[in-house]
């Protein structure tokens, strides 16, 4: 035990001196900063008008439903149940008998990571207004997924979890309720970050979910390729995998995080990203955003940080970010390694299996977007993992700082990216066919 806890202080001493150092030095006020969108002169001043509907300080805490709700748009809220019993919570923007869209979140998010942003520029409001039938999705453990059929939160069994789980079992029965309500053959599908890693997931394990899929969009995430690692942080916690997962799980009860220090973070996060918030609590808060997704100043607004801190990072399985940094460390793609014994046990083989995604047969309906900036997936992994997979479309963001949360929370993502996924979701789908009895899934 004090062997794995040495070593997790070991992987974490580059985010400790990180932060240290930088309290050390920040001043007291802001020096003069330039760019092609911003000045910097103690506050942010962005060029592009920016009207954000919340009431950031007062409303940080409003649930997915009630933010909808505050865009005049109606809202409606399903629970289903997986395989394995955990009851997951979907929220729903309706337009009857129009194009049902599934948004996937990434990892240690929720649904409230499509509704913030902007005026009207939130991926779940834009869609909406498009006048498409938006679902969003949470995957189990998160803040609106919480509940099993006979599992609490504080048994460790409850967090036994990994990207396998989350692709086997929660994806596809959120698509098939989609499709069960809707009555659609068909959905379109955005994931953000893992969020696309657990579809891509879903249509190499399950091919026959290629069939129920029409057009797909991944937005800073995985094709396959992890050659990679452009985090300074996250490559050193790669080699301290195997210790971090034990911490995790002995610990801290299966949890990435012990639930003090998420609810520590989610009540000073909103108070030092606040807009009026004076220079040296502003500057922490730019920091922190530089420290996890890059620098790209004036691209995301406070007032969305505020929003999203209040509630990230939501609950997350250490089993989830250890098959993460087992995907960065083994530079593929593959279910998780449980160790030389077990893998023999549960897969046949000393090795876990790797995703065969040459059985996901709908990659020609497959977009990917990248940021050049995006510290979580490089440029080129997504390049050459495309590749492999011919008919496959590739878009680079035209901004040469666009990083990871800038997917989500930029204001100018509804014109770099969401634009070209509307015009896309407009073109004629594939035909529908009816599909075979074993292509039905949990509702068909």
């Not at 893992?194 to 026959?208: F, T, V």
């Not at 801290?252 to 973070?265: D, E, Q």
């Amino acid at each position: 035990m004090m062997r794995c806890f040495r070593l997790s202080l070991q992987a974490l001493f580059p985010l400790l001196f990180s932060i240290g150092f930088f309290l050390i030095i920040v001043p007291n006020n802001a020096e003069e900063v330039e760019s092609n969108s911003i000045n910097i002169t103690g506050q942010l001043k962005v060029q592009r008008e920016c009207d954000f509907k919340l009431d950031y300080n007062k409303e940080a805490h409003l649930s997915t439903p009630q933010i909808i709700g505050k865009y005049g748009l109606p809202v409606e809220t399903h629970e289903l149940e997986t395989l394995d019993g955990f009851v997951l919570k979907m929220f729903r923007i309706p337009a009857p008998n129009k194009p049902p869209v599934f948004l996937s979140h990434g990892f240690a998010c929720s649904s409230r990571c499509f509704v913030i942003n902007c005026d009207r520029r939130a991926l779940a409001i834009k869609l909406a207004d498009e006048g498409f039938d938006v679902w969003l999705g949470n995957y189990r453990g998160n803040e609106y997924s919480e509940k099993h059929q006979y599992l609490t939160k504080a048994n460790r069994r409850y967090w036994n979890h990994g990207i396998d789980e989350l692709a086997m079992y929660d994806a596809p029965a959120m698509i098939d309720y989609v499709l069960w309500i809707t009555k659609q053959p068909r959905l379109n599908w955005i994931g953000h970050g893992l969020g696309s890693a657990y579809i891509i997931g879903l249509l190499a394990l399950k091919p026959n979910y290629n069939d129920k899929v029409n057009m797909g969009f991944t937005l800073g995430a995985v094709t396959g390729v992890y050659n990679h690692i452009p985090h300074p942080i996250l490559k050193q916690f790669v080699a301290f995998e195997r210790p971090l997962y034990r911490l995790g799980m002995t610990a801290f009860g299966g949890k990435m995080l012990p639930g003090f220090v998420t609810s520590f973070w989610h009540k000073l996060h909103p108070t030092i990203c606040a807009r009026d918030a004076n220079t040296k609590q502003f500057g922490l808060c730019l920091f922190w955003q530089f420290l996890f997704d890059g620098y790209h100043p004036g691209q995301i607004k406070p007032e969305a940080l505020t929003m999203l801190s209040a509630s990230y990072p939501n609950d997350v399985s250490v089993k989830i970010f250890s098959q993460w940094l087992q995907w960065l460390g083994s530079h593929r793609v593959a279910q998780f390694n449980h160790g030389h014994y077990i893998n023999l046990l549960r897969y046949g083989t000393p090795g876990p299996p790797p995703y065969d995604l040459r059985k996901i047969t709908s990659w020609r309906r497959i977009v990917h977007f990248y940021g050049e900036n995006d510290w979580y997936i490089h440029p080129e992994d997504v390049r050459d993992g495309a590749a492999k997979y011919p008919g496959s479309t590739v878009i680079r963001v035209n901004d040469s700082m666009w990083n990871h949360l800038d997917f989500i929370l930029g204001q100018d993502a509804d014109t770099m990216v969401y634009k070209t996924i509307v015009e896309k979701l407009r073109q004629p789908g594939i035909p529908a066919v009816s599909l075979p009895q074993e292509s039905r899934g949990y509702y068909g």
